[in-house]
C-alpha cells in the first residue's frame, strides 16, 4: 500500500468463507488504507464487532476512519430470527443476536456522522424468506438505523454447466 501511494482509490476487504474481522492486522490494513486518503468497504459476517470493540475499540476506530461518504461496512446477515440463523448458518449458538448487537453498535458509535455506510446483505433461501421472517429483519433495521437492507436470491456456482444453472435459475431464483 505504501508503493502504491493512493493509486487504487477503494480497498474492498472481504473473503469467501472466511471473516476479515478475525485477522489480527484488519484494524491497520484499514489505517493503511485511510493513509493515502483511500476509501475502503468491508463485507463482514458481524460477529465479532462487540467482542473487538471490548477488546481493542475496533468498532470506534472504524468509525473514526471513516471519512468519506463512499466508505462502507457490509454484513451479511441472511434470516430475520434466532431460529432461522441458526439453520442457515449450521450453528447451535445464537450468534444472530450478537450480529445484531454489534450493528446497534456501529450505529450507535456512528452517530450524527454519515459515513461508514452501514449496510446488511440478506441472502434469501427457503430457510429465511417467509413474510413473518422478512417483516422480522426489515422491522429490526428499521430500528436500527442501518443505512441500506439489500435482498437477494442465491447464486449457482460458478463453474458448472450452463444447463445446470438454467434448471438452477428456473427453480430457485424464479
Known sequence: MDQLKGAIPLYIYGGAYTEPLMNEYFGRYLEMTKKYNN??????????????????????????????????????????????????KSV???????????LRLLVAIRG??????IRVCYLMS?????PDEIENIVRIMESI??????FSVPYMVYGRDFDQ???????SEL
Open 39 to 88: 476509501i475502503f468497504g468491508c463485507h463482514s459476517n458481524g460477529s465479532l464487532l462487540t467482542e473487538l470493540e471490548d477488546k481493542e475499540q475496533f468498532c470506534t476506530r472504524l468509525i473514526e476512519l471513516a471519512d468519506n461518504e463512499l466508505d462502507y461496512f457490509s454484513c451479511s446477515l441472511d434470516a430475520g430470527t434466532i431460529e432461522s440463523h441458526k439453520k442457515t
Open 92 to 102: 447451535d449458538e445464537d450468534w444472530f443476536s450478537r450480529i445484531i448487537d454489534g
Open 145 to 150: 438505523g442501518v443505512d441500506s437492507l439489500r
Open 165 to 171: 444453472v438454467e434448471r438452477y435459475r428456473g427453480r
Open 126 to 130: 427457503k430457510l429465511n424468506s417467509s
Open 112 to 117: 450524527e456522522k454519515t459515513s461508514p455506510k
